[in-house]
């Protein structure tokens, strides 16, 4: 989402190191083209006018001007401000008071309201809550049957809504069956509209008065840009909604939204949409989005994806294999498996410091095209085969190019690379792939 504006971004810095002594005309020609930066990723022009003013400020203040460091420091200034906008350390969803906790998830029709329901049960979950899903969007029979089957893939309770009755009566039964089945935490999916109107918020605002306090979280969709900025100010304004849910944030529009949202609706972002699978839901943490923004990596987030999907057993029995020569293409095979789990090859590069530098001559379709081919080829093969590939002989790899659709040169290809790739992995394994997983199980407490 944040491509363009990062390459813009990272060329006024760029400009900056080519000049020995920065003076005042090169920060303000720096300035100026992070303002155009910023306002062609659609970014309010109030937070853009109010971003800019403090990083003059600090820029002027701080004597950046004739310094020795003065790219450092500028990018320090422009880094600190940029995770301020986006609301300054973040803030973890904190749910107090006596349970169950009600959610009360609010916002236009397509903005991914019933999905991003379920991700947060999901997530949730995996923190120690009792999650109790409710489909309270009576005007779309489609949107209640989506919710009771997400839940379900998630192994989630949900109320069975009959869509023939009022929502605000659907919601308090809902509860009470939440407490009846010691769940603690209620997310409600409330019913969305095209676009803002008097009977959606009344609907929410009878509610809200109707349950014990319940938490109102805003989902906005961030591919609609300054129109999400301007919908969640009517909802807070309507509401006085808790927080925000970014969804969409892999897509590619501008990213204007995510950096003005929080200012201008003066609520906290929780939590951000990375993707269309029921896991790709992440806590809203600014100084890691622009450490991605800046090219500066994330490797904080990739680790605490890694924990969640890599089994620490299997890891140690490959690094043992490694040691001894025994890795084979079955293992390999596992290895893709859960590669795949943590997303596509494109996106985990956002989280490797440097990486948009070093991957920018690299078409990563094209690269995620190659290693699928790979997997076609590993999957064709017999387990016989993939344990043994010594025996890979003429007539073999003929029969694996025709189940793969490659041709015996690609198999051939693949072979050689493997066994390059089995010596590398063989000379880390004694250091850093053992010294990771200790890091791993330490943080797991295992």
């Given amino acids: 989402m944040f491509d363009q504006l990062s390459d813009k971004i990272g060329g006024v810095f760029k400009n900056l190191r080519n000049i020995g002594v920065i ?7 720096a300035i100026r083209e992070v303002r155009l930066a910023l306002l062609e990723a659609d970014v309010h022009v109030l937070v853009v006018k109010s971003f800019l003013n403090r990083v003059k400020e600090k820029a002027l203040g ?16 422009v880094q600190t401000e940029l995770i301020e906008t986006l609301g300054g350390a973040g803030q973890t969803l904190k749910l107090e008071g006596k349970p169950p906790h009600i959610i009360l998830l609010a916002g236009l029709q397509g903005s991914g309201k019933t999905t991003t329901a379920a991700k947060l049960a999901l997530h949730l979950r995996k923190k120690g809550g009792r999650p109790f899903l409710v489909p309270a969007d009576v005007n779309r029979a489609a949107a209640v049957d989506q919710l009771k089957t997400l839940a379900k893939q998630i192994d989630c309770p949900v109320h069975d809504t009959d869509i023939k009755q009022d929502p605000v009566k659907i919601v308090k039964k809902a509860v009470k069956e939440a407490e009846d089945r010691f769940c603690d935490i209620v997310i409600v999916d409330t019913a969305g509209r095209l676009h803002v109107d008097d009977e959606m918020m009344d609907q929410v605002k009878r509610m809200k008065k109707k349950l014990d306090d319940p938490f109102i979280l805003f989902v906005a969709d961030a591919m609609t840009g300054q129109e999400a900025v301007n919908v969640a100010k009517s909802f807070h304004e309507a509401l006085n909604i808790n927080g925000v849910i970014l969804t969409k944030m892999d897509g590619d529009a501008k990213g204007g939204a995510a950096l003005s949202i929080q200012s201008v609706a003066q609520c906290p972002i929780y939590f951000a949409g990375m993707g269309e699978k029921i896991n790709e839901l992440e806590p809203f943490i600014p100084e890691r989005l622009v450490s991605r923004l800046l090219d500066r990596g994330d490797l904080m987030t990739l680790i605490e994806k890694a924990e969640e999907v890599i089994d620490i057993e299997s890891a140690e029995e490959m690094v043992g294999k490694l040691k001894t020569n025994g890795f084979d293409l079955e293992d390999f095979r596992k290895q893709l498996k859960q590669m795949k789990k943590l997303g596509s090859m494109s996106s985990l590069m956002k989280f490797i410091p440097g990486a948009k530098k070093l991957t920018k001559d690299i078409d990563m379709d094209k690269a995620e095209g190659e290693l699928k081919k790979k997997e076609a080829i590993i999957n064709s093969m017999t387990v016989l085969e993939r344990r043994k590939p010594k025996i890979l002989n003429g007539s073999r790899r003929s029969r694996i190019a025709l189940g793969s659709g490659t041709s015996v040169a690609d198999i051939n290809r693949f072979m050689k690379e493997f066994d390059q790739m089995k010596k590398m992995m063989k000379k880390l394994s004694s250091g850093g792939f053992g010294m990771g997983l200790d890091m791993m199980k330490g943080k797991l407490g295992l």
């Fill in 23 to 29: 003076k005042e005309s090169h920060l303000q020609d």
């Fill in 62 to 77: 701080e004597k950046v001007i004739g310094s020795n460091t003065a790219q450092q420091q500028f990018y320090k200034i």
